[in-house]
């Protein structure tokens, strides 16, 4: 068990899911826009993967263990050496997908970025009238010479890099060659509009229309070269705030110190000479391995705007209107007789994310609630939750928002709502001192004349309605008073330190949660040795935990059967003879992204399910308070396993299946689970049941010995 070919690397194996989201865009069935659109995930991933994951590689020594939780045992060295050939394969195929496929298609369609260099003579007028009203007022070119030093490049802007020399020498002593920098406005839309008179759309980049005006920004200058650059900085940063008095001075701080983050990757035009990618390079303190040289634009993921642009229906999926629950499509009234009635699960978004948030907004009114309490982790822009907090808090309600600061890159929002929130008399709390608080939980205590009673929302989602329109997730609604005790004790413990002796309805991190799913885990093993039903099923985003991962080869040893369902990373390693041969590992990626967690367990034919906001990872279990809960209405857990597990395990043309060796191989048919989900929502009525275990591992196509350690691996 302590064999490291036993072990995927976790960094590896996330690149692997961004290959996955790249070939969707590679994928001919998906509509153009939509494939654009998958090119821009993928820029946006690897944005944020070298933020923090890169950076925080770069953080250790060469030699140390680069992956200690998942036990797979690459050092940094080799971790780093690996991550670079797989980017550049993977840019490299980006890049060829965007100039060969998708940008011709699109054009034909008509849609076209066009060169500066190709606009007509009347585009040419009307992109020099708005280069001189509104490009050059704005434009703030610098040069780099002994009195210039070089200027602070910002975390993933745009720049153009020129190459320069003196035509003239007046009373300005300018060197007679230098390097300038002329950073590309942010507050300007990178895309600018030009008229065609054939129909469709045609934009021109805001870069490429700075660039072909250098002459007149540098008057008296030859422009020998010039290039687009941007610049990637390390933006991760751990808080030490068991010593810190003031947790939201600290994080402040800390956020100011990310814009000179060091330099992890430097993006570059193609072609560009020697010369001036050295000046550049230079000084960035950059392995070359760290330098992109880019065919093409640059930061794909500002292409999100195209998949927006009005018209163009044809290039995109169908449109999807989220749906509202079938019983609450019978029921005309409010939430809280609804739930009282029965337990309500939500599958996002194919069902509507507006029944959460009329939960919270009838709570703020009601005047029969008493109090509101809840966690934020990320809540987007204009959030309706918070303004119902705000609302609830100005009636008088006892509010208490359980805000987390730490949620990577959504620190100052979340500093904002956590002001707005006290300035109308809600009581905020940040969260326990070094954990982040993940869990995604609602607590209405509501005075409902016989007694007073305890209405719950837990989720596998952020109250993010933005978000749920782009994420599965499920939810549950319930006024169980077991589980609504608990939750209350959970909000004692987040906001007082109070822990009660034993969780009995919930499983709760950092307090057992992983020795509640091994638990659960050795449970099955015993059941499968005394001949009774024994089955895992496991729906996560991610699988690290080397505990958890032990645990589940001990149980395919014992022959139970188990299918995962991991999104993205996943350090085990299916098909192993004698380790793994009984496992199956899937990963689905589609038009949405899969977030919802949810858990199976046979349990001797006494089958339990439960869904949680944790994937099994030690920072999960570790550093971040979580929430596993039990769904146990027999009509709603029915529907979890014959309808939602059932249906995931039957997809086909969207899920990839997991071979020994770390690569994926395409299922390759046409069942969608989500396009399935989809129309179950909108009431086609159609039955599913959870099919059999799966069969036989796909093997890879060649011929390899047990196991394979990482760095050999196809990838």
């Given at each position: 068990m302590e064999?490291?070919?036993?072990?995927?690397?976790?960094?590896?194996?996330?690149?692997?899911?961004?290959?996955?989201?790249?070939?969707?865009?590679?994928?001919?069935?998906?509509?153009?826009?939509?494939?654009?659109?998958?090119?821009?995930?993928?820029?946006?991933?690897?944005?944020e993967f070298y933020m923090v994951r890169v950076a925080g590689l770069n953080n250790r020594e060469p030699a140390e263990i680069s992956s200690p939780e998942a036990n797979d045992g690459l050092t940094t060295r080799e971790a780093l050496e690996a991550i670079s050939k797989r980017i550049h394969e993977l840019v490299a195929e980006q890049y060829r997908i965007l100039r060969d496929e998708v940008l011709p298609g699109l054009g034909k369609a008509g849609l076209n970025l066009v060169a500066v260099s190709q606009v007509s003579a009347a585009q040419a007028t009307d992109l020099e009238a708005y280069f001189q009203q509104k490009v050059m007022p704005v434009l703030t070119p610098m040069a780099i010479d002994p009195a210039h030093p070089f200027p602070h490049i910002q975390n993933r802007s745009l720049y153009l890099g020129v190459f320069l020399k003196t035509k003239t020498?007046?009373?300005?002593?300018?060197?007679?060659?230098?390097?300038?920098?002329?950073?590309?406005?942010?507050?300007?839309?990178?895309?600018?509009?030009?008229?065609?008179?054939e129909g469709g759309d045609q934009f021109v980049l805001l870069e490429e229309l700075i660039g072909s005006h250098l002459g007149q920004i540098f008057q008296g200058f030859a422009v020998q070269e010039y290039t687009i650059f941007r610049l990637t900085r390390d933006q991760d940063f751990e808080l030490a705030d068991q010593d810190s008095e003031d947790l939201l001075k600290q994080i402040q701080s800390e956020l100011s110190k990310r814009k000179r983050g060091a330099a992890v990757r430097l993006e570059i035009g193609k072609g560009v000479s020697e010369g001036l990618s050295r000046a550049l390079t230079g000084w960035f303190e950059l392995e070359p391995s760290d330098v992109f040289a880019i065919e093409g634009p640059l930061n794909l993921a500002s292409f999100w705007t195209w998949w927006g642009l009005p018209g163009h229906a044809t290039l995109r999926d169908e449109l999807a209107t989220p749906q509202p629950p079938k019983r609450l499509q019978k029921h005309k009234g409010d939430l809280f007789s609804l739930i009282r009635q029965g337990d309500l699960l939500l599958h996002h978004p194919f069902e509507g994310f507006e029944t959460v948030v009329d939960f919270v907004q009838q709570a703020a009114k009601d005047p029969d609630v008493l109090a509101i309490k809840q966690t934020l982790y990320r809540t987007g822009r204009n959030s309706p939750v918070v303004a119902a907090l705000a609302h609830a808090a100005e009636r008088d309600k006892q509010v208490t928002a359980l805000v987390e600061l730490k949620a990577r890159f959504d620190e100052e929002a979340n500093i904002e709502w956590a002001r707005q929130l006290e300035r109308v008399g809600a009581h905020v709390v940040y969260g326990l001192v070094g954990l982040k608080t993940h869990c995604k939980v609602t607590l209405v205590v509501r005075n409902d004349g016989d007694r007073i009673r305890r209405y719950v929302h837990l989720g596998t989602g952020n109250y993010n309605p933005a978000t749920a329109k782009m994420y599965t997730d499920l939810a549950l609604m319930t006024c169980d008073d077991r589980i609504g005790e608990e939750v209350a004790l959970l909000f004692n413990m987040m906001t007082g330190y109070s822990l009660p002796p034993k969780w009995q309805k919930i499983a709760v991190a950092p307090h057992g949660l992983r020795e509640w799913v091994i638990e659960k885990i050795e449970r099955e093993i015993a059941h499968r040795q005394a001949g009774r039903d024994a089955r895992i099923i496991a729906k996560m985003n991610a699988l690290v935990d080397g505990a958890v991962i032990r645990a589940l080869y001990r149980a395919s040893q014992a022959g139970v059967p188990i299918e995962l369902i991991v999104r993205g990373i996943c350090c085990l390693r299916p098909g192993i003879p004698e380790v793994s041969d009984t496992i199956r590992v899937r990963s689905i990626v589609g038009r949405y992204l899969e977030h919802s967690r949810?858990?199976?367990?046979?349990?001797?034919?006494?089958?339990?399910?439960?869904?949680?906001?944790?994937?099994?990872?030690?920072?999960?279990?570790?550093?971040?308070?979580?929430?596993?809960?039990?769904?146990?209405?027999?009509?709603?857990?029915?529907?979890?396993i014959d309808e939602i597990l059932a249906v995931t395990l039957l997809d086909d043309a969207k899920a990839r299946v997991l071979r020994r060796d770390g690569t994926y191989a395409r299922v390759g048919g046409s069942l969608s689970s989500q396009r399935v989900f989809q129309e179950l929502a909108q009431g086609v009525e159609r039955t599913f049941q959870l099919p059999p275990p799966a069969g036989e591992i796909p093997k890879p196509e060649s011929t390899r010995r047990r196991t394979v350690t990482p760095e050999k691996t196809d990838s």
């Open positions: 064999d490291r070919d036993l072990f995927i690397n976790r960094e590896l194996s996330w690149l692997e899911f961004n290959a996955r989201v790249l070939e969707e865009a590679q994928d001919t069935a998906v509509p153009l826009l939509e494939r654009l659109k998958f090119l821009a995930i993928f820029s946006g991933n690897l944005d020498r007046g009373k300005v002593r300018a060197p007679e060659t230098f390097l300038a920098i002329i950073p590309v406005p942010p507050i300007l839309p990178r895309f600018i509009p030009v008229t065609s008179g949810i858990f199976y367990f046979a349990n001797g034919g006494n089958a339990e399910v439960f869904l949680g906001s944790a994937d099994w990872m030690p920072r999960n279990f570790d550093r971040r308070v979580e929430v596993a809960f039990p769904v146990e209405d027999r009509a709603l857990k029915q529907r979890l």
